[in-house]
Structures are given as structure tokens and as C-alpha cells.
């Protein structure tokens, strides 16, 4: 007896991308309902005598979403894929208090250890290296030779918007000049700073330069200039009295803007 055969359309079955199967029967113009497809596609099965069916093959369909990537693709963008790199922050050798690295890449950008023949003050960011001038006899003559180290008196903004430098002492200064010295320096010179920034007397000057149409600038002289050179006066006493015999020497801070108060290493 031969074994029934379904009716085959010239059309295969197929799947879109919104993974929806359409099946059709044999007339093209006619479609299937949801449930005569089923029946077609698992008849019924037949009680014959000697006669076996083999199981219809069972087909799974997956269900692909919109963020689904292929297998093969994510092999070829692995196999594409840059191979991770220190960054120029992770790259640079950290110092140890020693003066090793503590890693090893190379230093980004590569910069040569050459200590500077003209040295420039900077922050303070710890206790100065081993090989510095720091803690030594005073080596060279002051305006002629250049200094082997600048210090670096932060200025204090507890006070607000005034110039004032921080007094406290500086290590590298041991054995050159005592904290009580250093202390008094500062103070002097802040205090003349205070005495520069007087309101009062800002208020007078502003007052007779307004009336007199800028003319009294032509013979007279401010409060502030009055009080920047009794400053320089001061700083200039300063450095032959006590910091230039113990190879110090003051830089006027005017340059600076009052940023700051650089003392001079030999």
C-alpha cells in the first residue's frame, strides 16, 4: 500500500526577520489558517498493519532579538580587538622614598635625570631627595654665583585676601638659621604687608587722585608705594643682617605677585 504523501508547494517554508513562519498550501492564493497548518504539518497518524512510521523529524526554531550577535561575528571582533595598553598615567615610574621605581614600565614621556644647573623653587611635595645641596656648607658667592637650591614660603590664606607667607619653618633651612629667627623675618615682613593693604589709607589716596584729576600722582606718592619700599628696605636689611652670612638670600616677592617668597640656596 502505498504511503500517503503531503501536498508540497512550490513556495519553501521560510522565516523573516520578526521570526514568523508562514505556510501555504498547494493553491497559492489560498492561506492557512493556524490551526490547519498544525494538522498538516502533524497528520494524524494511520493504524496499519505492518506498517511503521518513522518519527517526523522535530525542528527547533530559535527566536533571535534585536541585540543577538552571531557567533562568528564575536570571533572576528575578538580576533580584531586592540590588545589592552598602559595608559601615560600607569606608565610613568613611580619613587619610592628611596629613589627606586616601584614599577617597572618605562617613564611617559621619556625625560633624562639631569638635575638642573639653574634651579627653580616648586611645592612642597615631601623631604628633599639624598642627592640635593640641602644640609651643607654655603658653596659660592651671592649675586654672582647661582644658587644650588630655592626654598619656597608658601603664602597663608587663613587671613583672607591679604598678602601674608606661611612662618612655618622650613627643615632644609637646619643649620643655617634658627626657627626664632625665621619666625621674626616673616612676621616683620608680613606686618608690612598688613600695614600696605590699610583701607583707610586707600580710601585718602583714591580721594585726592579724584579731585585732583590724576595730578597728585605727579608729586605725590601713595600709601602703598610708601609702604613696598619701606618692604624692600627691609628685606634688603634682612639679607645682609642675617640670611646672606649664612648663604641665604631673599628674592624681592613683588616679581612673583606675592605669590610666594623664594630664599635663595648656596
Request: hydrophobic content about 35%.
Amino acid at each position: 500500500m502505498p504511503e500517503p504523501t503531503l501536498p508540497t508547494s512550490d513556495q519553501p517554508t521560510s522565516m523573516d526577520n520578526d521570526s514568523t513562519m508562514d505556510i501555504t498550501s498547494v493553491s497559492p492564493t489560498t492561506r492557512l489558517g493556524g490551526f490547519e497548518a498544525l494538522s498538516i504539518l502533524n497528520p494524524p497518524e494511520k493504524q496499519a498493519v505492518g506498517v511503521t512510521h518513522d518519527p517526523p523529524p522535530t525542528t527547533s526554531v530559535a527566536f533571535i532579538g534585536i541585540n543577538y550577535i552571531p557567533d562568528s561575528a564575536d570571533s572576528q571582533m575578538s580576533s580584531h580587538r586592540i590588545p589592552p595598553h598602559p595608559t601615560p598615567w600607569e606608565s610613568v615610574a613611580l619613587q619610592s622614598v628611596d629613589g627606586d621605581a616601584v614599577t617597572g614600565h618605562s617613564s611617559f614621556p621619556p625625560k633624562p635625570q639631569v638635575k638642573r644647573s639653574v634651579p627653580v623653587s616648586s611645592y612642597y611635595f615631601g623631604p628633599p631627595p639624598a642627592d640635593s645641596a640641602f644640609f651643607t656648607p654655603p658653596v659660592g658667592r651671592i649675586g654672582v654665583h647661582h644658587p644650588r637650591e630655592i626654598v619656597r614660603v608658601e603664602r597663608d590664606y587663613s587671613g583672607g585676601e591679604i598678602v601674608q607667607f606661611s612662618s612655618t619653618y622650613p627643615l632644609e633651612f637646619e643649620g643655617r638659621i634658627t626657627p626664632t629667627q625665621f619666625l621674626e623675618s616673616i612676621n616683620a615682613i608680613n606686618e608690612i604687608l598688613i600695614s600696605a593693604s590699610s583701607l583707610r589709607h586707600s580710601v585718602f589716596d583714591n580721594c585726592i587722585e579724584i579731585f585732583s584729576l590724576q595730578l597728585s600722582r605727579l608729586f605725590l606718592s601713595t600709601h602703598y608705594e610708601r609702604e613696598m619700599n619701606r618692604l624692600r628696605r627691609h628685606v634688603d636689611d634682612l639679607n645682609h643682617r642675617l640670611f646672606n652670612p649664612t648663604g641665604l638670600n631673599i628674592l624681592w616677592p613683588r616679581k612673583v605677585g606675592f605669590l610666594f617668597l623664594e630664599i635663595e640656596y648656596y
